[in-house]
């Protein structure tokens, strides 16, 4: 398959590999910032492949797991409502809120239905004209410009009873955030390609300029991914901090022209919470003035919402970068697929979600294989 099994190839693979090892003098630390490029890592032991004086660190790019609980617990109070037809995408309807999730809401009565975009709701809200239909917005750059048009839609055909709960994040404010914290030790990224594909690259470049580091715009598939850690590590073994786009065949600098300008219309920048990081300045995205009346958390008046976190989660620790999945004390044991304490657990991209799925029980450095 073109543009897939070109890049698994094993043969390839041992050849970056080596090259990487070649190039290792000392000792690094990379962040891959999107869940998808974790899943590959785990997936395909590149972590363990690696030579030992490299250390990958687990960035917060799982856009179900920074959705903050107090969005979460909104979405089950919406959903709740008997006029309301709550719709989402599937990866949403088991992330645990403070008491309960979107599937227990709907066990009980609630109409919650999974959409594969969200302009199926915007269908819905047409086929319905006498229920109120709620979207649950929430992603980073990529998943935005499909949730810009259904509110663009919507506001076409003057539906009064389509809206969006809306908690979009944006990549270079976390990075911001990332560097400047006290307990940072990331000394290069990988940036996440889908995202540079909507965005560009340019807007990476003050980062490297501001902070001094390397930024590398990577792919997904295996040989993406140790491509990335390649020219990541030459930089820093080079002294070099560079804007590196190595993600060319998907990724061009401008990004997605059509679809920024999209968002430039229906979206607007804000600061966002993030779940367990914490509140970033202008790290997100709300409706903008023009489509306010589209916002559910107004339509619904769902303001004063208190939440509370599981004490024995720890994810927001493995979203910053601080711990592995495995070294949390809960992990595979309260906390397991079935029975989930955090949004990482559940996602598809979560780094807790990797680590059970491939079998990452116990920490790689007490077996004697790097981390």
């Known amino acids: 398959m073109k543009y897939l099994d070109e890049f698994r190839d094993p043969a390839l693979a041992r050849r970056l590999f080596e090259q990487i090892r070649r190039i290792t003098t000392r000792h690094w630390a990379i962040m891959e910032v999107c869940g998808g490029q974790t899943h590959s890592i785990i997936r395909n032991g590149i972590d363990q492949l690696l030579p030992p004086e490299i250390e990958l660190i687990h960035g917060p790019g799982c856009p179900v797991c920074v959705t903050p609980l107090e969005i979460i617990d909104k979405a089950l109070a919406i959903a709740a409502l008997p006029e309301v037809i709550f719709c989402s995408f599937g990866d949403m309807l088991r992330v645990p809120g403070s008491r309960k999730d979107l599937f227990r809401v709907k066990s009980e009565g609630g109409d919650v239905r999974v959409v594969y975009s969200p302009l199926d709701a915007v269908k819905l809200a047409q086929q319905h004209p006498d229920r109120q239909v709620v979207f649950f917005a929430i992603g980073f750059e990529t998943t935005a410009p499909a949730n810009a048009m259904a509110v663009y839609q919507a506001a076409r055909l003057g539906l009064k009873n389509f809206s969006m709960l809306v908690s979009h994040v944006l990549v270079p404010p976390a990075i911001s955030a990332i560097m400047e914290s006290p307990n940072n030790r990331v000394q290069g990224f990988l940036a996440a390609g889908h995202v540079c594909s909507v965005m560009g690259i340019e ?32 930089q820093l073994e080079q002294g070099r901090a560079e804007l590196d786009n190595a993600y060319e065949r998907a990724v061009r ?45 107004f339509r619904f008046n769902v303001h004063d919402i208190q939440t509370s976190e599981s004490p024995l989660c720890r994810s927001g620790e493995v979203l910053q970068g601080l711990l592995k999945p495995n070294q949390c004390p809960a992990f595979g044991k309260e906390c397991t697929p079935r029975t989930p304490l955090g949004a990482t657990m559940v996602s598809s991209e979560g780094a807790c979600a990797a680590y059970y799925q491939y079998g990452r029980f116990v920490p790689t450095s007490t077996i004697g294989v790097a981390s």
Do not use: H
């Open 253 to 297: 600098p401008e990004g997605n022209v059509a679809a920024k300008q999209m968002l430039a219309d229906v979206f607007t920048v804000t600061d966002r919470t993030w779940r367990g990081i914490g509140r970033i300045p202008r790290s997100g995205w709300r409706l903008s003035d023009r489509y306010a009346e589209f916002d559910a958390e």
């Open 203 to 234: 807007e990476y470049r003050s980062l490297v300029e501001t902070y001094r580091v390397p930024i590398v715009v990577t792919g997904f598939e295996p040989l993406d991914v140790l491509e990335g850690i390649r020219r990541a590590i030459l």
